[in-house]
């Protein structure tokens, strides 16, 4: 079977062929200014199932993770709290690293914040204006979208329509489109000393900075959110490309959008739902489960109603595994095993051949509750040959594991 990967770059599955050993994968995280949402998890359980499928693969990754901890809301809501903002993003960098773990997400080898590449950063803007693909103004430095070859093409948008997009209106730019690397701010009390000016970096820079710095100036995999993909991946690209002249990275995958009330789940729309407030209810396997039984790349409507469900769903699975683990003890060997072996034989392939179709959670969670029930229903399990069914109990946990369900 052939592992195929939806590419967001070319609107298109492609086979996987990553560009060596191990796997290099960057991933956008949160922006640290408050408890992280169930819009983050969804994102991130997904990421770490399709980490986790490519190491029962056989693929050894290497996995990094960027966090912004330098952003004016960080400033602003530490000002407000009477706290200097760098222990406010410590504080809220902890509880996204407590969200992570109960979550059991831990294939991220390495996290990487926007305060500790300020000098990358800075390099990297020195690095644009010498190929003259970035430019020096009142406001600070602005990339020119012109010199980037192919600019909008993973967002798919023409020049004119990027144009229409009106971010960052200013006069002193060159072009509409051309977004700023580095910003100078006045009275900001986290003002950064640059040579273009007291400022901050721009909200693009960070990611280009820190994917090179720890994975090289190509990659394999970049993913988030569905919402990151126009405008800070496609800027994200540009400012790579720009330098080296080719595609940051080969694979862009991206998650669909999880909504709360019909409307996006966001921070910033204050309509969010914290991991930490939902654990408290539920268990995080079946969390995880329930994200699990929609396709990461599926916006997905959250209901309150659906993660129970989802719970009772665990709750029954668990059970059927803690079964299988006491029948194993109580086998007789001497029984034939033969249409035990073919099952398990039947649930491997249409396991793999599902999460080979661009990591289809969906069918392959279906295969898994299929699979623990044919089991629970077809056989004694005490009268099964103990090696078969030993076999099958690991074939069903070795699957769970993949989703984190485990």
Known sequence: MTLRIFNSLTLSKEIFKPEGRPVKIFLCGPTIYDYCHLGHARTFAAFDAITRYLQYCGYSTKVVMNVTDLHRDISKNAEKAGQNSKDYADFY????????????????????????????????????????????????????????????????????????????????????????????????????????????????????????????????????????????HEATNAQIEAVTKKPACKYWLHTGLLYVGGRKMSKSRRNFIAINETLKRCDPRALR???????????????????????????????????????????????????????????????VKAMDNDFDTETATRHIIDFAESLMRTYDLEKCQRRALSNALRALQDACAVLGIL
């Open 93 to 232: 960098f902890q509880r996204f690293l407590d969200d992570l773990k109960t979550l059991g997400i831990d294939t991220v080898g390495t996290f990487t914040r926007a305060s500790d590449n300020i000098p990358d950063m800075m390099a990297w803007i020195g690095r644009l204006l010498e190929q003259r693909a970035a430019y020096v103004t009142e406001e600070g430095v602005y990339l020119d979208t012109r010199s980037v070859k192919g600019y909008g093409k993973l967002s798919h948008q023409s020049r004119s329509q990027l144009a229409l997009r009106r971010l960052n209106l200013s006069p002193l730019k060159k072009h509409q489109e051309d977004f700023p690397v580095w910003c100078t701010v006045k009275g900001e009390r986290d003002a950064l000393d640059s040579p273009w000016g007291r400022g901050r970096p721009g909200e693009h820079i960070e990611d280009a900075a820190a994917s090179t710095k720890h994975l090289g100036l190509s990659y394999d995999i970049n993913g988030g959110g569905d919402e990151l993909i126009f405008p800070h």
């Open 289 to 351: 489960l329930y994200f699990s039984l929609t396709h990461y790349r599926k916006p997905l409507h959250f209901k309150q109603s659906r993660l129970e469900t989802a719970s009772r769903l665990f709750t029954r699975l668990s059970k059927r595994l803690d079964e299988l683990k006491k029948a194993v003890k109580h086998c007789d060997e001497q029984r034939s095993a033969r249409f035990l072996e073919t099952l398990t034989s039947r649930f491997k392939l249409d396991f």
